[in-house]
């Protein structure tokens, strides 16, 4: 089945820009969706389509997808940031097809 | 506003059943694919099972096949999860999620319920 690779942390100050990745094989051409988990909470969508946001979602979020690689971007992060992220794609042509990826601990430092 | 409730879980020994509900309210339930996703303790989130609207197909990952079931009753906003041959890695917070579908290329999920936990032990 398919396999989307995210790393296990990223850290970054107050204000500057977060990146979280999520790796797949030719994951660029499928569409990439990222939820937000906050601890104790449920998950939130922030990101669909690669790149789209639900309303409420504020634009300092934003995605983007090519080649192997999909990343999440946060830019003038905030700490309220802080959260497990975790990218998800539907592999059509598998069994399994709703797939996640491992997750990626934010920490606002 | 969309509002997924889930109820059910609890404590149950290895081989043992649990049957997990969600109470969905804020949208037309019989209109919507249904999905579980579970979350096992410090781990990340992993499908579980999905149901079409109509209850007419359903989709398991492998390791729940034979043992789940997903089920829903439209006329009551409900969703349902029966699991039996419960193992001791079923333990996880089970949420339950509305699918959405954009075109032929996006299943995601836009709205989740705060989860239910169930752990099996002995």
């Known amino acids: 089945s398919y396999v989307l690779t995210q790393p296990p942390s990223v850290s970054v100050a107050p204000g500057q820009t977060a990146r979280i990745t999520c790796g797949g094989d030719?994951?660029?051409?499928?569409?990439v969706q990222w939820y937000q988990q906050k601890p104790g909470q449920a998950p939130v969508l922030v990101v669909y389509?690669?790149?789209d946001r639900p309303s409420g979602i504020p634009e300092r979020y934003s995605g983007s997808n090519s080649g192997n690689t999909a990343t999440l971007t946060i830019r003038r992060v905030e700490a309220g940031d802080e959260a497990d992220y975790s990218c998800?794609?539907?592999?059509?042509?598998?069994?399994?097809?709703?797939?996640f990826g491992g997750g990626t601990k934010l920490t606002v430092l | 506003d969309v509002k997924l409730v889930e109820s059910g879980g609890g404590l149950v020994q290895p081989g043992g059943s649990l049957r997990l509900s969600c109470a969905a309210s804020?949208?037309?339930?019989?209109?919507?694919?249904m999905t579980w996703v579970r979350q096992a303790p410090g781990k990340g989130l992993e499908w579980v099972a999905t149901?079409?609207?109509?209850?007419?197909?359903?989709y398991y990952v492998d390791s729940v096949k034979g043992r789940f079931t997903i089920s829903r009753d439209n006329a009551k906003n409900s969703l349902f999860l029966q699991m039996s041959s419960l193992r001791v890695d079923d333990t996880a917070l089970y949420y339950c999620?509305?699918?959405?579908?954009?075109?032929?290329?996006?299943?995601?999920?836009?709205?989740w319920g705060q989860g239910s936990l169930v752990t099996v032990s002995s």
């Open positions: 030719n994951i660029g051409h499928k569409s």
């Open positions: 804020g949208f037309t339930f019989k209109n919507s694919w």
């Open positions: 998800q794609v539907w592999d059509s042509s598998s069994d399994h097809p709703v797939v």
């Open positions: 149901i079409q609207e109509d209850g007419s197909a359903k």
């Open positions: 389509g690669d790149s």
């Open positions: 999620a509305r699918d959405r579908f954009v075109g032929a290329t996006m299943w995601f999920f836009d709205f």
